[in-house]
């Protein structure tokens, strides 16, 4: 195998990414339902991208975006006093990314910088809720009034404001703006909402123009909140258990990037809405795990290792490399054992296999292998 090296860094962005898992059961009508409810008893909000964005176009993703300057502002210590502060904020002792690998240069990024009043995990997390906001039109908010610490159960979307779209359009404009309307409607973020999950970064490849750094948050409601895209970046959405989003996949119904589709299947592991609440609870304290992918190239398609591969290096090199071979996907496969990898065939046909054991208290996704009639 061998590398192929670009000239000159990526330019690097900060990001937070938030999935809303709710829980879905029969309505109490008489009017049977237009779908049954999903086997995991949840569904999660996919958001479709515009055709004319310039980056992962018409792709199918969970709400997020850009950590901006406003959301690590000091502005937020008032409205968060006088039951949460620093240093904690009633988030716990979780270390908020447990990755020594890789080392990201500075992003350069003039819509943040790597300092600010908040710490990180209360800054990411309200980046979520804002872009919650801004793409979807879900608030994620808690009255002030609200006793301190997490709530003891799944959470709730608070109804949009009279003047939705006004306030949208001023957030959309300047995210300054987002404090002035939790301030008007006497509610913060609810950061305790929102569960450490995961971390990834932008794999290297030689077409890619923007890489970020994505926190991804998980958040558990008691029911799907009422969606506003904003027919901007955002053009559709849909609420889909894990097993209905696999099958829009591969039939083509939608794209996913590989980072949304393991999310996806990681959280088919779920049996249940509580079960999946549980989990969250349960790894409260673990902290976020963060992968850098590192693509091979294969002379019939391309493979995404993960952490743990037995072909992954933790190697800065590959901040700015691919690896390739000359051999078929086959045979990389049946000369293997440990396996943490994506297995890309087409824009529509991805397995996973996975042989490794999962680190603080998180699950993998179960191997995921297609047909290869799908082929």
Request: with cysteine; charged share 20%.
């Amino acid at each position: 195998m061998n590398s192929s090296l670009r000239p000159g860094p990526s330019r690097w962005r900060r990001a937070a990414s938030i999935v809303l898992a709710a829980a879905w059961t029969h309505p109490e009508t008489a009017t049977p339902p237009s779908r049954p409810p999903p086997a995991e008893g949840f569904r999660l909000l996919l958001l479709q991208r515009s055709p004319h964005q310039g980056f992962m176009p018409s792709a199918h993703v969970f709400p997020g975006g850009v950590l901006d300057a406003a959301d690590r502002s000091a502005d937020w210590l008032g409205l968060f006093a006088p039951h949460h502060g620093p240093p904690g904020f009633g988030l716990g002792p979780a270390p908020f990314s447990r990755a020594a690998f890789p080392s990201l240069p500075h992003t350069g990024d003039s819509n943040t910088d790597n300092t600010g009043a908040l710490p990180e995990d209360v800054a990411f997390r309200i980046c979520a809720v804002r872009e919650a906001f801004e793409e979807a039109g879900v608030l994620l908010l808690r009255p002030r009034s609200s006793p301190p610490g997490p709530a003891p159960g799944p959470g709730l979307a608070l109804e949009p404001p009279p003047g939705l779209a006004a306030w949208r359009a001023r957030v959309r404009r300047d995210p300054r703006h987002f404090l002035r309307l939790c301030a008007h409607l006497d509610c913060t973020p609810d950061i305790w909402a929102l569960h450490n999950w995961s971390a990834w970064l932008t794999p290297f490849s030689r077409s890619a123009t923007r890489r970020f750094d994505t926190a991804f948050f998980l958040c558990c409601l008691r029911e799907p909140p009422p969606v506003y895209p904003d027919l901007a970046e955002v053009v559709g959405y849909q609420w889909s258990s894990p097993s209905e989003t696999t099958e829009s996949f591969l039939s083509k119904e939608i794209w996913l990037a590989p980072p949304q589709f393991y999310e996806v299947r990681r959280l088919a592991n779920f049996a249940s809405f509580s079960d999946l609440h549980k989990f969250c609870l349960g790894r409260a304290s673990e902290g976020l795990e963060r992968w850098l992918p590192i693509i091979l190239v294969t002379a019939d398609g391309m493979v995404h290792l993960l952490p743990g591969d037995e072909l992954y290096l933790e190697d800065s090199d590959f901040l700015e490399n691919l690896m390739s071979t000359e051999k078929k996907t086959e045979e990389i496969m049946k000369e293997g054992k440990q396996f943490h990898r994506i297995v890309i065939h087409n824009r529509h046909l991805y397995d996973i296999h996975v042989t490794v054991q999962s680190k603080h208290k998180h699950v993998y996704p179960k191997n995921s292998v297609v047909s290869k009639s799908h082929l």
